[in-house]
């Protein structure tokens, strides 16, 4: 059955690296050439697998930072003691062949239906690297010309550690509004907030929930647990809250 | 069923279903995440994407979120998949989708 693909399946696909973007001192974008690609939606991820020398794997899964169209992307944090990520971090360079199956996930997506005009605001809440999924949905918005008022709510640790950070200023010219929380520590005159997500700053900075917004919470699972229950506090439904999670092993 | 061999559940060490959506297309051969999973212990419903995950035991657990019940146990013995899914009442596609045949 050697080359039979099954539709369906999830078949390991061989990519090359296209490019590799500096995001963060630990943060790197990773842009594949990957033939046989049957496209994705913003917000899905992939498995990447790293096979060593004496046959030992190991896979991860990342999610795509790329709009659907563009090629495709992953942006990976480097954990000091990962088995894969400072691989990707480090060593991988554009040439380089990388292992990936996907896309994957069909719950934690926006597809951009219904975001003409009138359509449903977005509200988006990040923690961490848990923008990755969200700036693909802010991508897929751009290019498909949505205007739906859109905010980001982004919790990172201090202002160098924001990924994408001169795109994200550059949506404001577009109806999305960006709004950061750094947690540990402010630049000198910060204006900002600075308190991690909570009710009270989720009330602050949200959609109101009777605008019934497509909601999207992905960051590390403390910060999700605190981002949704705040989000339901304020009045959010909870089955209108689409949440992703990732650990220290995965994104 | 013996469940002493499980992790103990506990929010900040769980991930979500989002996390075995590549082993779920293994496993049914479709797009699982967002598929409804009823919970056979307190009937909850939700997508198979909001349950609380666990990778660290010898495969996958999937737990429900509302009452921490097993809804889904993966091991992987040898090159076979083991699949334990008598934690679900259902299990249907999200509306608007074909349920695979």
């Known amino acids: 059955m050697a080359g039979t693909a099954l539709r369906g399946r999830l078949t390991w696909l061989t990519g090359t690296v296209r490019d590799v973007t500096q995001e963060t001192p630990t943060v790197r974008t990773i842009v594949l050439d990957l033939t046989g690609w049957p496209g994705h939606e913003a917000g899905q991820h992939l498995d990447v697998r790293l ?6 794997t190991a896979e991860r899964s990342y999610s795509i930072a790329s709009a659907p169209g563009e090629p495709v992307a992953i942006t990976v944090q480097r954990l000091d003691d990962g088995e894969v990520s400072p691989y990707l971090t480090d060593e991988l360079r554009p040439g380089d062949e990388l292992e990936v199956r996907g896309p994957i996930g069909g719950y934690f997506v926006w597809t951009g239906a219904g975001a003409e005009v009138g359509g449903r605001p977005l509200m988006l809440v990040a923690g961490g690297s848990g923008i990755v999924p969200l700036r693909a949905m802010l991508r897929h918005r751009e290019r498909i010309g949505s205007k739906v008022p859109t905010r980001l709510l982004y919790s990172a640790r ?21 709004i950061y929380t750094l947690t540990r520590s402010q630049p000198p005159g910060w204006a900002g907030y600075s308190g991690r997500i909570d009710a009270r700053l989720l009330a602050e900075v949200s959609w109101p929930a009777g605008d019934d917004p ?3 919470v992905c960051g590390p699972t403390p910060f999700v647990e605190a981002a949704a229950n705040g989000l339901v506090a304020i009045g959010y439904p ?7 999670r990732f650990g220290a092993t995965g994104r | 069923m013996t469940t002493g061999s499980y992790p103990e559940p506990g929010p900040a060490a769980a991930l ?3 996390a075995v959506g590549g082993l779920l297309i293994e496993l049914f051969g479709t797009e699982m995440t967002a598929a409804l999973g009823t919970c056979a212990t307190c009937g909850a419903r939700r997508p198979l994407a909001e349950t609380a995950v666990y990778l660290r035991a010898p495969g996958a657990v999937m737990r429900c979120r509302s009452c921490q019940s097993l809804l889904i146990v993966v091991a992987r013995v040898r090159a076979l998949n083991c699949v334990d899914l008598t934690g679900l009442a259902a299990l249907d596609a999200p509306a608007g989708r074909a349920v695979p045949a």
């Open chain 1, 238 to 244: 909870a089955t209108q809250v689409k949440t992703e």
């Open chain 1, 214 to 216: 497509a909601t999207f």
């Open chain 2, 16 to 18: 979500d279903g989002n």
């Open chain 1, 158 to 178: 201090s202002l160098p550690e924001v990924i994408y950070r001169a795109e994200l200023d550059s949506y404001g010219r577009d109806g999305v509004q960006v």
């Open chain 1, 51 to 56: 096979t060593a020398e004496d046959g030992y």
